[in-house]
């Protein structure tokens, strides 16, 4: 990765910890994980963050589909799992 793509993603990476975090601060412990997932997509639409919700995401090995997971987020053209 190149150093402006190495900073883009480092930028990317800070508005999104700093998303999670307002919905931390704000809702605090608890709840239900889809509760965090639509207050995070709040945040992300907020902040001017391209991304989509349960994304479904091909698996594919040695060039042969061989099943499919879904991604919490897909924000811009990554997979993000919340834990």
Sequence with gaps: ???NANKNVNELTHK??????RVH???GNGF??????????????NSGIRFE???E????????LIGSRRVD??????ALWLS
């Design 53 to 55: 919700r349960e994304k």
């Design 73 to 78: 987020f897909f924000v811009e053209d990554r």
């Design 16 to 21: 999104i910890i700093g998303c999670a975090m």
């Design 25 to 27: 601060n704000h809702l």
């Design 1 to 3: 990765m190149d150093n």
């Design 57 to 64: 995401m091909p698996i594919i090995y040695c060039g042969e």
């Design 32 to 45: 239900l994980e889809i509760i965090y997932q639509r207050a995070l997509a709040i945040e992300l639409c």
